[in-house]
């Protein structure tokens, strides 16, 4: 325990002379409290005038009281020790490495040489002090404004050589916060000790030692139990991921960097007491503590079975300092029913080279030039299990693992090149075609195609060019092969001030490459055996040159609040080969007219309290484009080179469409066999001309009208304009409805509509309605709510078809306390009697953990899953929430 006010002294030695050396003051020192009754006086600059300033110090009173026992004695070497033994407060200033200190204690010993050896007094920097009871020694180091402060029973200082003992103690670092680093500490950095050395003044040791910071000290939940460390203060010039060192881009000095390294041995990490990781050596950063852990999950699943595993930060376990705008992950896992997995995640960003100085002077504000960003992910797993990927049919869920499954990923982009130039790159391989479905369900459905691919492009004002290399290394899926394509773009060209030019040009030789998946035949009896989808029909293998050329010219012109902008547009497109093995061309081109009238109504004297409105203006845009179009040959003839599916989508219809006639008999067979379903018949309707395989005839008049209800809010003074209301509607009429709309006149009927209620509530309704039988028919309704606390509600219905589905979905997240909240998600569908998908999730925040503990239910892959994650505060605070389930459905926790 500590010692109190009546206990006896330990045995002082006197220490040996030692040499003088004088003292160096650190610029930038923040004084520290001052003693009671005796002012302190604050460290001078090194960059002051005159010669530089000595040691001083100053002797006071640690309780206050005016008859405190001072004894002074001259020692035969020079020197003078004061002895105080019923309080003291001990203030230096001119500390080599330090600036300042101030040490209180019950009682101290104090050596000194000196011209003044009093109660206060200045010296050649030669001061030592022995000091016990309750001491607690408090300095601010200049170079990075870190607080220190040590509290000991005993404690010997050398201010000359910045070394000290203490026993029985604890120090405590508070780093302070820097803008452009990458602290997340916001909680000392506590180390106890029954030893601890400091041997300079950046440099500490420490035996038999506990290290955490937490939000409540006297009882932290994750600490390392040490049996030997050292910590030390460093400063280190900043490198890029090449090594180069980092500089300011105005001043030209290299910038630097300041760690708190901690090097331990036997070290063990524990939670609330239970051990969680054992390694024999450690080298971290100390402002960061949580060593190589990141994150623990735990979970369980019909398609995972138990699940365990763990997140580590690779650097850390190599022992070595990461490299600027660089984070690496390793991943450890296993999965009872699939069984184990290991992977790692590698992202990297930052920029090549700094802006000229004269370019500086013209944008201050780009400071860098060549920005780049990039992210490698490698996985694999010894699978020994069937995948559960949801209702197909049978035969598409059989899998036969051959053991090891897995990835590798590579994205990098580099922008802001000089000239113009950026770059992209990217190589997604799997090991077979269910993979990432399984065990990346998010990624899957969400993020771009995991295509392999080379990009290069300069854009420079209003012209562009790129050559693209783009292979297939996953061969069940579909996709084009260009071994290279070259295109080139100019928008927006005035020509005589009368016309307007937009022109696109492309060359390349292309591969479409087809999916090695067996082509499922429509299961229905009504059609003939072997009849193969419809959106097959354009899809087949074919290894072919093209060049194209598209060119739109138009003439805009005002009456007075209208514009019109009559225009012609066309294209030329040759192929080496097209789907009979024939070399042949495609001549499509059309004219057209848009019309534009923007109208505006103010309604100042409408107010209402009750509606939140103060004023109305009603704005309306009414667009109108009319397009004629023919085409010398049809769109069936070519290849669809120019791809209008993703990777997913196109995967879905490929698997499901053969199947629709047993799962929707109503509608079924027509989804599967009716060209109001086929992607390039939809783009042809809707004027999608920018895919050169997929241009045909057409005669289409499209009207828009966009309309917005806009009012004031906010303060008297501070308001701003919001959109109250807002109603989108759009409807498209083909004169030719025979030959282009299946006999309807019109179709895509649309609108989108919005009601701000409040600022943060609000009402959102979407429909879609094609009038052909059996055709698209889409209608959305939704209420949302949120508060800043970070509660929210939701509560909406989804309707589509001909797929019958009546969805209805509900959403909550709700902060009981800022300790405890909760998410909760439930979808059910009523035309097909099935739950989509039921999560819940319960989230502590506590003292130095984020405990996460989730469930989800899902009907279709008829799977039940739970997982427990728990992420130190510190690992929470650099990600966006925890995964788990609910954000990483099918990797049951794991969330990369």
Request: hydrophobic fraction near 35%; glycine fraction near 10%; charged fraction near 20%.
């Amino acid at each position: 325990g500590r010692s109190g006010d009546n206990a006896q002294p330990a045995p002082v030695p006197v220490p040996e002379p030692t040499p003088t050396v004088p003292a160096v003051t650190v610029p930038g020192q923040t004084p520290l409290p001052v003693a009671r009754q005796v002012p302190v006086i604050s460290p001078t600059p090194d960059n002051a005038p005159g010669p530089r300033r000595r040691l001083q110090y100053r002797i006071g009173s640690r309780t206050g009281a005016e008859n405190w026992n001072v004894e002074r004695t001259q020692l035969e070497d020079g020197r003078a020790m004061i002895t105080v033994s019923n309080g003291v407060i001990l203030n230096v200033s001119g500390v080599q490495g330090l600036g300042a200190l101030e040490v209180e204690a019950d009682r101290a010993v104090i050596w000194t040489r000196g011209d003044d050896a009093s109660r206060s007094g200045s010296g050649s920097g030669d001061l030592e002090f022995y000091m016990a009871g309750h001491v607690v020694l408090r300095t601010q180091r200049p170079q990075t404004g870190d607080r220190v402060i040590i509290d000991a029973d005993e404690l010997y200082y050398d201010t000359r050589r910045n070394v000290a003992v203490a026993l029985k103690s604890r120090l405590e670092v508070k780093p302070k916060l820097r803008a452009g680093t990458q602290i997340t500490l916001t909680e000392p950095i506590v180390l106890t000790a029954e030893k601890l050395f400091q041997t300079s003044e950046t440099t500490y040791e420490v035996v038999n030692s506990e290290v955490f910071s937490s939000r409540l000290p006297s009882d932290p939940g994750l600490k390392l139990i040490v049996a030997h460390a050292t910590m030390e203060e460093r400063r280190t010039p900043r490198t890029d991921l090449f090594g180069r060192p980092v500089v300011n881009p105005r001043t030209g000095e290299q910038l630097t960097q300041v760690e708190s390294l901690l090097s331990a041995e036997n070290v063990f990490a524990t939670a609330g007491g239970v051990p969680l990781f054992y390694t024999p050596y450690l080298y971290t950063d100390a402002r960061d503590p949580l060593g190589p852990l990141v994150s623990v999950h735990l979970g369980g699943s019909r398609i995972f079975g138990f699940q365990t595993g763990i997140g580590l930060d690779v650097y850390k376990l190599l022992g070595v300092l990461p490299y600027d705008g660089t984070r690496w992950r390793a991943y450890v896992d296993y999965m009872t029913r699939r069984g184990p997995g290991l992977g790692t995640n590698f992202f990297y960003n930052g920029s090549l080279f700094e802006a000229a100085p004269e370019e500086l002077q013209l944008f201050p504000e780009k400071v860098q030039l060549g920005q780049y960003n990039g992210v490698v992910r490698l996985y694999g797993i010894y699978d020994q299990a069937t995948d559960i990927l949801g209702s197909q049919p049978v035969d598409l869920l059989t899998f036969n693992p051959s053991g090891f499954r897995g990835r590798a990923y590579w994205q990098q982009s580099v922008w802001d090149l000089p000239g113009g130039f950026d770059v992209h790159a990217q190589f997604s391989k799997w090991s077979d075609r269910n993979f990432l479905e399984q065990y990346y369900k998010r990624e899957f459905d969400t993020t771009p195609n995991q295509a392999t691919y080379a990009l290069l492009k300069q854009q420079q004002d209003n012209w562009s060019w790129s050559v693209l290399a783009e292979g297939r290394v996953n061969p069940w899926v579909t996709t084009t092969e260009s071994l290279p394509r070259l295109d080139g773009y100019v928008q927006g060209l005035d020509l005589f001030g009368l016309f307007t030019s937009h022109s696109h040009a492309t060359i390349g030789y292309h591969r479409l490459a087809v999916s090695n998946d067996p082509r499922t035949p429509i299961q229905s009896n009504a059609v003939p055996p072997g009849t193969l989808p419809i959106q097959d029909q354009t899809t087949q293998q074919i290894s072919t040159a093209r060049a194209a050329f598209l060119q739109e010219l138009s003439y805009p012109v005002n009456f007075g609040a209208v514009t019109l902008s009559p225009y012609v547009k066309g294209a030329l497109v040759g192929y080496s080969e097209d789907l009979h093995g024939d070399s042949a061309g495609q001549a499509w081109g059309g004219v057209g007219l848009k019309a534009h009238l923007p109208l505006t109504k103010l309604y100042s004297d409408v107010q209402s309290e009750l509606f939140n409105i103060n004023g109305l203006n009603h704005k309306i845009n009414l667009e109108a484009n009319y397009f004629w179009a023919q085409a010398v040959n049809k769109h069936t003839q070519f290849g669809q080179i120019d791809r209008l599916n993703d990777f997913t989508t196109d995967q879905a219809l490929r698997e499901f469409t053969p199947y629709q006639p047993i799962y929707n008999p109503s509608n079924g067979l027509s989804m599967a066999t009716s060209r109001l379903f086929d992607p390039q018949m939809f783009a042809i309707r809707r004027l999608i001309d920018n895919r050169f395989d997929t241009l045909d005839d057409v005669n289409v008049l499209q009207l828009e009208a966009r309309q917005r209800l806009q009012t004031k809010r906010g303060f008297p003074g501070s308001q701003h304009i919001v959109d109250w209301m807002t109603l989108d509607t759009s409807v498209s009429l083909y004169p030719q409805a025979n030959r282009d709309n299946f006999g309807k006149s019109f179709a895509f009927a649309e609108y989108n509509y919005q009601w701000n209620i409040g600022d943060r509530t609000s009402f959102q309704s979407t429909g879609w309605f094609d009038p052909n039988d059996g055709g698209p028919r889409v209608l959305t309704l939704g209420m949302y709510f949120d508060r800043p606390d970070r509660t929210s509600f939701y509560l909406g219905y989804r309707q589509i078809d001909p797929l019958n589905s009546r969805a209805i979905t509900g959403s909550m997240s709700y902060v009981f306390s800022p300790k405890y909240s909760m998410r909760f998600i439930v979808s059910y569908d009523l035309g097909q009697s099935a739950s989509l998908g039921n999560s819940v999730l319960f989230t502590r925040t506590g003292k130095d953990f984020q405990v996460s503990l989730g469930f989800t239910y899902n009907t279709y892959q008829n799977n039940v899953g739970a997982i427990l994650e728990i992420v130190p505060n510190l690992a929470a605070n650099r990600t966006n929430g925890p995964g788990g389930l609910l954000n990483q459905q099918s990797m049951g926790g794991f969330g990369r």
